[in-house]
């Protein structure tokens, strides 16, 4: 049984440009989470979804980032345009039906660097 | 805002040793308390979930308590072994105005040396 799929596992681009990551949730779970993890401010929530629909998106830090479920298999992460300063360990995470945030799966994240 | 604190951040032990890492959290609303393993480039594995009723739980050499009027948890490790070493992370299940949310410490970095 596949994990939590995240790609690419590694991008580095300069400011200015546009990234996009990608998630593919753990088949059947219905809530995904995004997170981005830095040294100094630790692990952050950044947005969830439940049935494809964003239900918090309280925690993405600015206009620039954007979060999209167009289907049960597939969420995207995009940041236009980057900064330096976004440079993290982005995470994403699927739960399954029933269990909200209690259970999470975590994949092995997308580390950004901005150049 | 639900603020979770993790003591120390980073710990170094002999192999075999017991030992105890701290989380506080300032606001007792919380739903469950769980404790994560994240290790070098890899995402986070769920060790432990505390329901708030709930004082403990225990999975094979880990131990974690739950004191929610305090605001405090401990993980307890026995006997630890040089594959304990990695990054464990703190996180309460807390009510947001549109759900609940996860929100981590930001975690306890811990060597066990042969």
């Known amino acids: 049984d596949a994990g939590v799929i995240q790609s690419p596992r590694h991008e580095v681009t300069e400011m200015g440009q546009e990234v996009t990551l990608r998630c593919k949730p753990i088949s059947g779970h219905d809530y995904l989470f995004w997170y981005r993890q830095t040294m100094m401010r630790g692990l952050e929530l950044l947005i969830y979804f439940n049935n494809n629909v964003p239900i918090d998106d309280s925690g993405m830090p600015e206009d620039r980032f954007s979060a999209k479920m167009p289907n049960a298999s597939f969420s995207t992460l995009k940041i236009q345009p980057s900064e330096p300063r976004d440079s993290a360990v982005y995470f994403c995470?699927?739960?399954?039906?029933?269990?909200?945030?209690?259970?999470?799966?975590f994949g092995p994240g997308t580390r950004l660097t901005v150049l | 805002k639900q603020e979770v604190t993790q003591i120390p951040a980073a710990l170094s032990v002999p192999e075999g040793e017991n030992l105890v890492l701290n989380c506080s959290f300032t606001?007792?609303?919380?739903?469950?308390l769980q404790w994560f393993r994240q290790d070098p480039g890899k995402g986070l594995t769920s060790l432990l979930l505390i329901q708030s009723s709930q004082r403990e739980q225990t999975s094979g050499r880990l131990n974690a308590s739950l004191d929610k009027s305090s605001g405090r948890s401990t993980l307890y490790i026995a006997a630890s072994q040089p594959g304990d070493s990695a990054t464990y992370l703190c996180?309460?299940?807390?009510?947001?105005?549109?759900?609940?949310?996860?929100?981590f410490g930001k975690g306890t970095t811990l060597s066990v040396s042969s």
């Open positions: 996180a309460v299940a807390h009510p947001q105005q549109a759900g609940t949310a996860l929100i």
């Open positions: 995470a699927s739960s399954p039906p029933g269990q909200g945030t209690d259970t999470q799966y």
């Open positions: 606001d007792s609303a919380i739903y469950n």
